[in-house]
Nanobody, 128 residues
Framework: VQFVESGGGLLQPGGSQRLSCAAA????????VGWFRQAPGKEREGVAC???????????TYSDSVKGRFSISVDNANNTVYLQMNNLKPEDTATYYC???????????????????WGQGTQVTVSS
């Protein structure tokens, strides 16, 4: 019961890529989903969080480092979450993970340990 991330690779600066996160063994309908990343030697960073489709008044949030460049979306029919990454920068290089929580509050305050269903991650390397 976890996520399976895919879509990473060696990417060019300024390029675009879409990461996928397929939920295995559970349904996304009642979960908020966050994308996170961790570069070698650095702490885990929250990238984006989308509230569950059943929530009322929830707001999708992004870290300042990706705001305006990345977009998170959910395909409930396919039980998959996507992260569209545009205008990639070398500092976006990291392993990207997704995970679930009841809402995005823990994401907003940086309490990432509250999230569960972590996948194995997908490596994104941005380099020319």
């Amino acid at each position: 019961v976890q996520f399976v991330e895919s879509g990473g690779g060696l990417l060019q600066p300024g390029g675009s890529q879409r990461l996928s996160c397929a939920a295995a063994g559970f349904t996304l309908d009642y979960y908020a989903v966050g994308w996170f990343r961790q570069a070698p030697g650095k702490e885990r960073e929250g990238v984006a969080c989308v509230p569950s489709s059943s929530s009322i008044g929830g707001v999708t949030t992004y870290s300042d480092s990706v705001k305006g460049r990345f977009s998170i979306s959910v395909d409930n029919a396919n039980n998959t979450v996507y992260l569209q990454m545009n205008n990639l920068k070398p500092e976006d290089t990291a392993t990207y993970y997704c995970a679930t929580d009841r809402g995005c509050h823990a994401f907003d305050v940086g309490d990432y340990e509250d999230f569960s269903h972590w996948g194995q991650g997908t490596q994104v390397t941005v380099s020319s």
